[in-house]
């Protein structure tokens, strides 16, 4: 089977947030979807072993931020790159909150979904909530960001390998100094400190 087909189903990025007996969590998932309209439900997926989960299973209700294409790598990396059980990713936050008194991102989100479980499937590695929704709010016209724009362009690209970079200068590591050029002399001395190039460094474009 070539997995890479599943690559081509079009995703939404949402932030998905609960609460249960003091304790808020929130993370970032790439599955919902409308499946009813009266009453109006939708389903979401959500990976068993995050706290999000657990909390969810407990509480019955989420907020459901859906991002905007002006959601940044750090949001999404600061909800959906590290776990609740360690850290409070709320804490410091001032966010607004929904009907049911969940966060939800007064930012970086287009619109926020309000919703209470009505049934759940556990799928071996995720958990499939079918959900009502209680309120739904659109916080502006942008537009939402799909799976595609993040991969192409939220997500930070690997770096590329240095012998694949073009070197345009050179910079003392002393000084501060720029050598502009490809090439810089073997027996250049900085103007300004007097260091050789053995303390120069290379500048990639």
């Avoid at 599943?6 to 599955?31: A, D, P, Q």
Wanted: net charge negative.
């Amino acid at each position: 089977m070539d997995t890479k087909a599943l690559f081509n189903i079009s995703y939404g990025i949402f932030m998905l947030s609960t609460s249960w007996e003091g304790k808020t969590n929130g993370c970032i998932t790439n599955t919902c979807m409308q499946v009813a309209s009266d009453p109006t439900r939708v389903a979401i997926a959500c990976i068993n072993k995050n706290y999000t989960c657990e909390l969810l299973k407990k509480s019955g209700v989420f907020a459901l931020s859906i991002l905007d294409q002006t959601c940044n790598f750090e949001l999404i990396k600061h909800f959906g790159m590290q776990s609740g059980r360690n850290v409070d990713k709320f804490e410091g936050m001032l966010l607004p909150k929904d009907v049911n008194g969940l966060p939800y991102l007064g930012w970086g989100a287009c619109a926020v979904l309000s919703c209470h479980v009505v049934d759940s499937k556990d799928l071996g590695s995720h958990t499939l909530f079918i959900a009502e929704i209680d309120d739904a709010v659109r916080l502006n016209d942008k537009a939402p960001m799909t799976y595609a724009f993040y991969q192409s362009d939220v997500k930070p690209k690997p770096a590329k390998p240095a012998e694949e970079k073009k070197i345009t200068g050179w910079r003392c590591k002393i000084c501060g100094y720029v050598y502009e050029g490809a090439e810089i002399p073997a027996d250049f001395l900085c103007p300004l400190c007097g260091h050789d190039v053995s303390d120069f460094e290379p500048i990639y474009a």
